[in-house]
T-cell receptor, first 115, second 113 residues
């Protein structure tokens, strides 16, 4: 079945630096790739997503890139701030009329931004 | 827009006891999901409903877990009997259509002792 691998498991950066989290997926039919941020004890919240017909998407300090050939996608956070500290999850799914669209999550990356 | 409501927020039970969780999705969302999130791991899908029908329950331990979605709105997830390894956060999510536009609830943290 579909598998999503996420690296690194922990990431520590200085405030203002950039952070990059990488994921690879196994099912080449996957066509939707969201990223979630989860603060301690809270619900996962969607921060950005990308569909397979797009190679890159940006929203202020956050960007996601997708390489369909290599089956990997990455989250880039620039000018990190202490409030970016959280656990980040990547996910992959196949959505469309004949698919369930279930999300397969990576293992998570704990990002720590040091002031 | 109201979010996905879940209750209870926390539950502590002894092994072999039973427990039930409740979820009320966003109004109009046809698809409802139950995920299990074990500490330090990503969420894992247990069961997916489309309206009141089951779309995917391949990862649901059916010998002890059951779920239903009455009238295509609220849903309950039950564990009977609970095991220590069931300790996790149980997240409910809904979306207007399959696989897109997920919104998660705050989850129920279950501790089995």
């Amino acid at each position: 079945g579909e598998n999503v691998e996420q690296h690194p498991s922990t990431l520590s950066v200085q405030e203002g630096d950039s952070a990059v989290i990488k994921c690879t997926y196994s099912d080449s039919a996957s066509n939707y790739f969201p990223w979630y941020k989860q603060e301690l004890g809270k619900r996962p919240q969607l921060i950005i997503d990308i569909r397979s017909n797009v190679g890159e998407k940006k929203d202020q300090r956050i960007a996601v890139t997708l390489n369909k050939t290599a089956k990997h996608f990455s989250l880039h956070i620039t000018e990190t701030q202490p409030e970016d500290s959280a656990v980040y999850f990547c996910a992959a799914s196949i959505y469309g009329s004949s698919n369930t669209g279930k999300l397969i999550f990576g293992q998570g990356t704990t990002l720590q931004v040091k002031p | 827009e109201a979010g996905v409501a879940q209750s209870p927020r926390y539950k502590i039970i002894e092994k072999r006891q039973s427990v039930a969780f409740w979820c009320n999705p966003i109004s109009g969302h046809a698809t409802l999901y139950w995920y299990q999130q074990i500490l330090g791991q990503g969420p894992k899908l247990l069961i997916q409903f489309q309206n009141n029908g089951v779309v995917d329950d391949s990862q649901l331990p059916k010998d002890r877990f059951s779920a239903e979605r009455l009238k295509g709105v609220d849903s309950t997830l039950k564990i009977q009997p609970a095991k220590l390894e069931d300790s996790a956060v149980y997240l409910c999510a809904s979306s207007p259509r399959q696989g897109f536009g997920y919104t998660f609830g705050s989850g129920t943290r279950l501790t089995v002792v």
